[in-house]
């Protein structure tokens, strides 16, 4: 079975850091490429970032480049976002989601359509950024 195990989430006040980590099983990780995604209350599910399958292609939203990194060791079958810098707009629920035939990029995070990166999907992690 394919499974997204997203850990790391927990409430952290503004200007803390957090690391999510994504621990992938089930499927062939290393020709998938990795995405992070949130959702906050009352509000659509926003990409955030996204890296390609050997690591060399990465997009960041506006909102969180400069304070977002995101990585993978395709050895842990485990993708990775380091938040810093944290702000009360950063609260969401975080998921992971992968793809082996859209590859990362600023259309695959933001699309609706088939065109997403969402094969498969996490559980969620809860970032909670308190003021």
């Known amino acids: 079975d394919v499974q997204l195990q997203a850990s790391g989430g927990g409430s952290v006040q503004t200007g803390g850091s957090l690391r999510l980590s994504c621990a992938a099983s089930?499927?062939?990780?290393?020709?998938?490429?990795m995405g992070w995604y949130r959702q906050a209350p009352g509000k659509e599910r926003e990409g955030v970032s996204c890296?390609?399958?050997?690591?060399?292609?990465?997009y960041y939203a506006d909102s969180v480049k400069g304070r977002f990194t995101i990585s993978r060791d395709n050895a842990k079958s485990t993708v990775y976002l380091e938040m810093k810098d944290l702000k009360p707009e950063d609260t969401a629920v975080y998921y992971c989601?992968?793809?082996?035939?859209?590859?990362?990029?600023?259309?695959?995070?933001?699309?609706?359509?088939?065109?997403?990166?969402?094969?498969?999907w996490g559980q969620g992690t809860q970032v909670t950024v308190s003021s």
């Open positions: 989601a992968a793809d082996g035939y859209v590859p990362c990029s600023r259309a695959a995070m933001n699309s609706t359509s088939a065109a997403r990166l969402d094969d498969y």
């Open positions: 890296i390609g399958s050997s690591g060399g292609n990465l």
């Open positions: 089930g499927f062939a990780f290393g020709g998938y490429a």
